[in-house]
Structures are given as structure tokens and as C-alpha cells.
């Protein structure tokens, strides 16, 4: 006889493939934002029950939380420029210009080759492996860390994260140069129960953030989901209105852009001149090297995925009809 938790796993599964093809189907813009965030948490439920804790945090943070922002901004724009901001509805949005046959059809091919190759390769591999657990767990003492998570993302596969990090910075800068000739549209007024709201959380936010960020060494946790947490306190801000990014801040966030990627590559450069291979850290200082990096790196992922909801950089106001400042 199934058990209860293999009904229940059945169901989350099922659950989390109808809303997956649902969201791709669904004609109503904000509609599909909405399954999409709902298929994101039901999705960090599944990691949870596949003992993935770190990857459902990262899930819930960064796959759900900052990206379904990032999709309702994205939607308030296009209302914007479409003239629809005040009708509420999506569903009437039409693309500017018609997406060719050719393009759909090449790129339902891609993305069915994509789905094949990995099909294929679950397939073929090994049912009842070793795995690397035994390796992992060899080699702990000396990683500096008691998580294994933490140990293999900083320690025995950092290059990896530092080209993760990479590809954030890289993000930000695109966003930053592309959005420069586009029209902004105004933010919504989101009234003083809001910024109320705003209020109260933060302080927590930030609480949950950084401990997100201490127990990385030895519990799920760790410089992703922390940066993720606490880019929540910057997309709060910036909503509420309480911080507006001024051009004389542009400095200041380039620096934190940067601070993760040079933090990481510099410690890398760092144990390599004193006669090791990069990120082969000496034993007494690999928690320390590790916490550092993790520390610098949570404040840019946090002041980056917080710029790319923000999008554009900050620039000043264009001075009003008639005015001469010069």
C-alpha cells in the first residue's frame, strides 16, 4: 500500500509540471506571473523533499522571490509603454512586432534538443553509483567549513561559484547599458499601509539575511541566499519609496558590483603566490578566507539583484521646458 508521503510526492510532482505547462500557456500576462511564482515555491518544496535544503532556499530567494519582482516590474513597463498602465488587465498587451514562424519553430527545436540531451543523460547514468559523497567527506577537515554544501561551492569547485558571480556583475552592467535610451516608467503609488509594512520588516529581513550568511559554514545557507534575502531590504526600498538611487550614488554601487568578483579573484591570487594552486587554502586560514569571501560576496549579490530590479542607472532629472541650468 503507498504511503501518505508518496502521495504526497506524486501530487507535488504533478502539481509542479501542470503549473509549469500552465504558465507557459496561459494568455494573461499577470497571470502567468503569478503560476510561475506559485511553481517556483512548490519547486523549493520539492528540493526540500530530495534533502536539497540549500538549493531550496535558493529556490524560494532567488528563483521565486526576486525573479517574480523582476517579472511584475517587467509587466508594469510594458503597461506603461503600451498605454495600458491604468486598465489593469495584460491579456490586451500585443508585441511591438510579430515574432517570424522560423524563429518559434527554430527555437522549439533548441529547446527540444536540450530536453532530449537531458533525457538521455539521466538515462544513462548510473543507478546506484558511488557518487562523490565519499570524496567530499575525505576531504572536509581540510575545506575549512563543516557543511559540505559550503565546502564544495568555496573550496573544491570555487572557481565555478566565482564565474557565477561573474555572471551577475556581467548582468548588471548589460542591464545598465541597454536600459539607458528607454523610457521609464513611474512607480506605482503604493500608499503609507505599504510603507508601513516596509517599515516593520526590514530590520528583520536584514536579521534573516545575515544569518543566512553566518550559518552557511555549517548549515544550509551561505553567500546565495543570504545576498538573495537581503536584496529583498533594497527591492522594499525602492518600492516604498524610502531610498531613490541618486546619480552621486553611482559610485558607491559599482564599487559593491565589483566587491564580490575582486574579493573572490583576489583571494584566488593571493594563495597562489604563496607557492599553492588557486583557492587552495592553508588549513589555518581557510574559514577565515572562506567567510570573507562569502561575507563581500553577499553584499553583491545583494546591491546587484537589488540594480537589476532597479534597472536603469541612477541618472540626474532632465531640468524642466524653458529652463537653462547652464
Given at each position: 500500500m503507498t504511503d501518505a508521503a508518496t502521495l504526497f510526492d506524486l501530487l507535488l510532482a504533478g502539481s509542479v509540471i501542470a503549473l509549469a505547462i500552465a504558465s507557459l500557456t496561459v494568455r494573461d500576462m499577470f497571470a502567468a506571473i503569478v503560476l510561475f511564482v506559485i511553481f517556483g515555491l512548490l519547486s523549493a518544496l520539492a528540493w526540500v523533499r530530495l534533502s536539497a535544503p540549500d538549493v531550496a532556499l535558493a529556490e524560494?530567494?532567488?528563483?521565486?522571490?526576486?525573479?517574480?519582482?523582476?517579472?511584475?516590474?517587467?509587466?508594469?513597463?510594458?503597461?506603461?509603454?503600451?498605454?495600458?498602465?491604468?486598465?489593469?488587465?495584460?491579456?490586451?498587451?500585443?508585441?511591438?512586432?510579430?515574432v517570424p514562424a522560423g524563429v518559434i519553430w527554430a527555437n522549439a527545436a533548441f529547446c527540444g534538443m536540450i530536453t532530449l540531451g537531458l533525457a538521455l543523460a539521466f538515462l544513462?547514468?548510473?543507478?546506484?553509483?558511488?557518487?562523490?559523497?565519499?570524496?567530499v567527506a575525505e576531504a572536509m577537515p581540510a575545506s575549512g567549513v563543516d557543511h559540505p554544501v559550503t565546502a564544495v561551492l568555496l573550496n573544491f569547485r570555487a572557481y565555478d561559484t566565482l564565474m557565477e558571480v561573474v555572471?551577475?556583475?556581467?548582468a548588471v552592467i548589460a542591464v545598465w547599458q541597454i536600459e539607458r535610451g528607454l523610457s521609464d516608467a513611474p512607480a506605482p503609488a503604493l500608499g503609507e499601509v505599504w510603507q508601513g509594512f516596509a517599515r516593520l520588516t526590514l530590520p528583520a529581513i536584514v536579521v534573516v539575511?545575515?544569518?543566512?550568511?553566518?550559518?552557511?559554514?555549517?548549515?544550509?545557507?551561505?553567500?546565495?541566499?543570504?545576498?538573495?534575502?537581503?536584496?529583498?531590504?533594497?527591492?522594499l526600498l525602492l518600492l516604498s519609496r524610502i531610498y531613490v538611487p541618486r546619480p552621486a550614488h553611482r559610485g558607491l554601487?559599482?564599487?559593491?558590483?565589483?566587491?564580490?568578483?575582486?574579493?573572490?579573484?583576489?583571494?584566488?591570487?593571493?594563495?597562489?603566490?604563496?607557492?599553492?594552486?588557486?583557492?587552495?587554502?592553508?588549513?589555518?586560514?581557510?574559514?577565515?578566507?572562506?567567510?570573507?569571501?562569502?561575507?563581500?560576496?553577499?553584499?553583491?549579490?545583494?546591491?546587484?539583484?537589488?540594480?537589476?530590479?532597479?534597472?536603469?542607472?541612477?541618472?540626474?532629472?532632465?531640468?524642466?521646458?524653458?529652463?537653462?541650468?547652464?
Amino acid at each position: 500500500m503507498t504511503d501518505a508521503a508518496t502521495l504526497f510526492d506524486l501530487l507535488l510532482a504533478g502539481s509542479v509540471i501542470a503549473l509549469a505547462i500552465a504558465s507557459l500557456t496561459v494568455r494573461d500576462m499577470f497571470a502567468a506571473i503569478v503560476l510561475f511564482v506559485i511553481f517556483g515555491l512548490l519547486s523549493a518544496l520539492a528540493w526540500v523533499r530530495l534533502s536539497a535544503p540549500d538549493v531550496a532556499l535558493a529556490e524560494a530567494a532567488i528563483g521565486t522571490g526576486v525573479t517574480g519582482a523582476l517579472l511584475l516590474k517587467t509587466l508594469h513597463h510594458l503597461r506603461y509603454v503600451t498605454g495600458k498602465l491604468g486598465e489593469g488587465q495584460a491579456r490586451d498587451l500585443t508585441p511591438i512586432a510579430t515574432v517570424p514562424a522560423g524563429v518559434i519553430w527554430a527555437n522549439a527545436a533548441f529547446c527540444g534538443m536540450i530536453t532530449l540531451g537531458l533525457a538521455l543523460a539521466f538515462l544513462g547514468a548510473p543507478q546506484a553509483g558511488p557518487g562523490f559523497d565519499s570524496l567530499v567527506a575525505e576531504a572536509m577537515p581540510a575545506s575549512g567549513v563543516d557543511h559540505p554544501v559550503t565546502a564544495v561551492l568555496l573550496n573544491f569547485r570555487a572557481y565555478d561559484t566565482l564565474m557565477e558571480v561573474v555572471v551577475l556583475l556581467a548582468a548588471v552592467i548589460a542591464v545598465w547599458q541597454i536600459e539607458r535610451g528607454l523610457s521609464d516608467a513611474p512607480a506605482p503609488a503604493l500608499g503609507e499601509v505599504w510603507q508601513g509594512f516596509a517599515r516593520l520588516t526590514l530590520p528583520a529581513i536584514v536579521v534573516v539575511g545575515t544569518y543566512l550568511l553566518w550559518k552557511g559554514s555549517e548549515a544550509p545557507g551561505g553567500a546565495f541566499q543570504g545576498g538573495a534575502v537581503l536584496a529583498a531590504v533594497g527591492l522594499l526600498l525602492l518600492l516604498s519609496r524610502i531610498y531613490v538611487p541618486r546619480p552621486a550614488h553611482r559610485g558607491l554601487a559599482r564599487w559593491a558590483f565589483v566587491l564580490g568578483t575582486g574579493a573572490f579573484a583576489g583571494v584566488a591570487l593571493l594563495v597562489s603566490g604563496g607557492g599553492r594552486v588557486a583557492f587552495e587554502y592553508p588549513a589555518q586560514h581557510a574559514y577565515s578566507l572562506i567567510l570573507l569571501i562569502e561575507g563581500l560576496v553577499t553584499i553583491s549579490i545583494a546591491v546587484t539583484l537589488a540594480a537589476l530590479f532597479h534597472g536603469r542607472e541612477p541618472v540626474a532629472a532632465p531640468a524642466p521646458e524653458g529652463r537653462n541650468d547652464t
